[in-house]
């Protein structure tokens, strides 16, 4: 049994990555924003905390995270504001990160997306650019931390019944498709924090052929 805390909590991934941890033995905890959404996360199976990342300071992080064997970031600002998106998917996670590695936690999973480096940032005057900077720079603090971290790039997601089966990608495809699952992007997490190998391992992916476990592997 592992101690796992997931930060956004009440996230699509999130909601659907708990419930796999319970069934397999591990003892969660879900951390959301919203106390209104404290019924929907409890009845995933996890411990649910309340707990506003955007705000919280690394001493504050670093509290919430200890004892814990291992965090996910699955946290986002949502898009929209450019100032809240770098405060929430670059500041907060660069936080938690520093947070986990002062509480002792090595263990830390990131969900980021499929092309997430400085090499294929859009333009600065795109809408998507301030996630896009935002989570490169999270990926790679996570990278220089010293944690044994594991960062997933699942390509554009969707709300289709998960499949089990991924096909590893080493870029955007040319053909244009993508997309892929939350229920498997969760089972995708699932599958890397149960497999030591995958630790200093970026993984990018979409819906396809081989069984998660096997896809995770090498």
Do not use: C
């Not at 049994?1 to 905890?29: F, N």
């Not at 997306?113 to 990926?139: C, H, I, M, T």
């Not at 997601?157 to 096909?167: H, Q």
């Amino acid at each position: 049994m592992s101690k796992v805390i997931i930060i956004g909590g009440h996230g699509k991934v999130a909601l659907r990555l708990a419930p796999q941890l319970v069934e397999r033995g591990d003892e969660v905890t879900s951390v959301f924003r919203n106390p209104d959404h404290e019924a929907e996360v409890a009845a995933t199976g996890a411990q649910p905390v309340v707990g506003d990342v955007e705000t919280m300071s690394t001493e504050a992080l670093t509290e919430l995270v200890r004892g814990h064997d291992a965090v996910v970031w699955s946290a986002g600002a949502g898009g929209g504001d450019p100032k809240r998106t770098y405060a929430v998917d670059r500041d907060a996670a660069i936080r938690s990160m520093d947070a986990a590695r002062a509480a002792g936690v090595e263990r830390y999973a990131m969900v980021s997306f499929l092309g997430a480096s400085r090499e294929n940032l859009p333009p600065k005057d795109d809408s998507f650019y301030p996630y896009a900077d935002a989570k490169v720079a999270a990926d790679e603090h996570l990278r220089d931390s010293g944690l044994a971290w594991t960062i997933l790039q699942p390509g554009a997601l969707t709300l289709d019944e998960p499949t089990g089966k991924i096909d590893r990608l080493d870029a955007v495809p040319e053909d244009g498709h993508t997309s892929v699952s939350r229920g498997d992007v969760a089972a995708v997490v699932a599958a890397v924090l149960a497999d030591p190998a995958t630790v200093g391992r970026s993984i990018a992916f979409r819906n396809g052929s081989t069984p998660i476990g096997d896809a995770v592997q090498g």
